[in-house]
């Protein structure tokens, strides 16, 4: 984007090329605002203009709305195979994961920007107006409190709920009861109000993942995965391997 916040021409007919591409392919794809959000932990000099707090979220609501304008336009007359993510791992001020430092203005915060984000693109008209969007928990964390913080921005049926999830498997029945808990936690905070993807999960079991979990880990990462997606399957819960 330039300063006045529009974005660059090339820029987004080459996003438009990537779509195509998947599309298609037969199938579907979401175009998200993905590293405009959270701070880099490693570099205190990368700082994101999307964070979760009332005071960011007021100084960067034009600009924010401005790009799904834009967006939303560029797309608008795409088919239901395109979904829509307001944004990605959205951390508060003090770039704090799962759940916000300051939970009141955290998680209002995120529910002003998924309403923005919902508005802003319904406006546009087109197929706009009855797309799949995607809102995310606070960090897009699979907390109940985060989870159950997250407003459903709009009463429709083309409203989604995401969630990430990077349990810390160590056994095969420590795997199983961390895939349990969620999927319980999902069906009573989320999964009655909205459809719920789990936009993100993998097989490594530390953070940051710098273990050879292919020779150490294998076998729990293998049982985690299949009974993940078994248990999934049956609650329609959708997934994508983030690796």
Known sequence: MDSDGKVDDEWMARVKEVVDYVIDQGMYCIINVHHDTGDDSKNESIIHWIHASSNTYNNTK??????????????KDYDQHLLFEGYNEMLDDNNTWNEPKNKTDGYKAINDYAKSFVTTVRNSGGNNASRNLIVNTYSASSTPNAMENLDKPENSNHIIFQIHSYPNWQTKSNAKNEIDNLI????????????????????????????????????????????????????????????
């Open 184 to 243: 319980s936690n999902i069906k009573a905070k989320l999964i009655d109000r909205a459809p719920v993807i789990i936009g993100e999960y993998a097989t490594f079991t530390t953070w940051p993942s710098e273990i050879d979990y292919y020779a150490k880990d294998k076998e729990v990462a293998l049982y985690a995965m299949d009974y993940l997606i078994k248990k999934t399957k049956e609650n329609g819960i959708g997934t994508f391997y983030w690796m």
């Open 62 to 75: 034009a600009k924010y709305e401005y790009l799904w304008q834009q967006i939303a336009e560029a797309f």
